[in-house]
């Protein structure tokens, strides 16, 4: 029905930002909570980068779960 009307893509987008902005905002407070904070960043940056993708995968699939696949 959205494909016939026109409004598939609008849709899509919408639910692609909303998903975004929500993982987004979780791995800045995943961060927050580990204080992982630019501090780290210039110290060790390789554990840094180690932890942040670690929290991007934790909040993409909280994302999935709560919103895709929901």
Known sequence: ELLMNGALFGYLKGVDDR????????????????????????SDPLKWVGLMNNFKSTAE????????YN
């Open 19 to 42: 998903c975004n902005q929500i993982v987004r905002i979780t791995v800045r407070e995943m961060a927050k909570e580990n204080n992982v904070s630019e501090g780290l960043k210039n």
């Open 61 to 68: 699939e909280i994302v999935y779960n709560e919103i895709i």
